[in-house]
């Protein structure tokens, strides 16, 4: 298929009935912010044999794609409006991974309330994908790793780690699971669940000011608000939680800084904590508190056993590089 083609067969469709998008025939988008309203916008990349592998399928391929991007809005409590594609075309992409691809897209499209309106097409030598998200939120309202607090609690949304466990069973690693919990497993890896509306709540009715999606493992970006906030942060290791009860410490360390778990990491003002269990209540989500934000020591994580002991860490997180 020809450049143009893919654009007129298959990404037109997603552009449809959106003036933003001037039907993907113009050299831009264009679209109006609410007067009140500023601006979020996040950009991912995705590579072949880094990111996923051509074997997963446009489908799943896509759905993580948008799915990752839309994580970043939730980390800033924004309202999704708009992205755009970036697509590098290898040899080995066809006619049917490209439907399977915009099939994913859509689907998440309907779910988001959101439009493509635009990108760019080329060949290249391994399959690439990137896009860039815009959301909006409300004038002067930030969620942003940089506002942890002294005191805050740490919550943390859903559970830590079924994502990497879900990349060990398709890495083929052996485990005893049932069918019934790998295709669990293997669905938490390759259909994150943006917290969205969770991050609107939080930044809405002022919950919470700092939040992270967790991309690269719970330490890692844990690590990130640290020092982006300049604290330290004390966790305790039976507040985290796992899928699976009475793990080993290693296998519970494993998935504290394994990736992909696309959860929210958020801290709280103290005098907010029944309002944050109240609203895990009202949108029927786990909300954890793991620890809190401390002054002491040089923006690290200590982690604690349920005896109290402090256990080292070593790993924390996925890195590109
Ligand atoms: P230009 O030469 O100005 O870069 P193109 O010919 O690349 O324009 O693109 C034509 C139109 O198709 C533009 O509206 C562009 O946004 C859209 N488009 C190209 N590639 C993609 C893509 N991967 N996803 C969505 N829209 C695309
Ligand atoms: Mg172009």
């Not at 997603?14 to 601006?39: G, I, T, Y």
């Not at 992205?83 to 049917?96: A, P, Q, R, T």
């Not at 296998?251 to 907010?272: H, I, P, R, W």
């Amino acid at each position: 298929m020809a450049e143009f083609e893919i654009i007129e067969k298959y990404f037109k469709a997603l552009a449809s009935s959106n003036k933003a998008a001037r039907n993907l025939a113009d050299d831009s988008a264009q679209f109006a912010v609410k007067n009140n309203c500023e601006l979020v916008v996040s950009k991912d990349i995705f590579i072949e044999d880094i990111h996923f592998l051509l074997e997963d399928g446009g489908y799943k391929i896509a759905q993580k794609l948008l799915s990752t991007n839309l994580s970043d809005l939730a980390a800033s409590g924004a309202t999704p409006l708009y992205y755009m594609l970036g697509f590098g075309k290898s040899k080995n992409i066809d006619e049917k991974f490209i439907a399977e691809f915009c099939k994913g897209l859509r689907d998440l499209q309907k779910k988001f309330k959101i439009k493509l309106i635009g990108g760019d097409t080329s060949a290249a030598p391994k399959a690439f994908f990137s896009i860039t998200i815009f959301g909006s939120v409300k004038k002067n309202q930030n969620l942003a790793r940089f506002n942890g607090c002294e005191n805050d609690l740490i919550f943390v949304s859903g559970n830590i780690g079924d994502a990497f466990r879900g990349l060990q069973i398709k890495l083929g690693e052996k485990n005893n699971y049932t069918k019934s919990q790998k295709n669990y497993f293997l669905n938490r890896h390759f259909f994150p669940t943006p917290q969205i509306i969770l991050g609107q709540n939080l930044l809405a009715k002022k919950l919470s000011k700092c939040a992270i999606d967790i991309s690269d493992g719970l330490l890692a970006d844990l690590r990130h608000i640290c020092k982006n906030s300049k604290l330290s942060a004390e966790i305790f290791l039976d507040k985290i939680p796992f899928y699976e009860k009475n793990l080993p410490l290693n296998q519970q360390l494993k998935l504290m800084s394994g990736g992909d778990d696309y959860e929210l990491l958020f801290t709280v003002d103290c005098k907010n904590e029944r309002k944050i269990i109240n609203l895990a209540k009202k949108l029927n989500l786990k909300l954890s508190c793991i620890g809190f934000l401390t002054k002491k020591q040089r923006c690290e994580i200590t982690l604690f056993n349920s005896q109290n002991q402090q256990i080292k860490l070593t790993k924390f997180g996925y890195e590109h590089f």
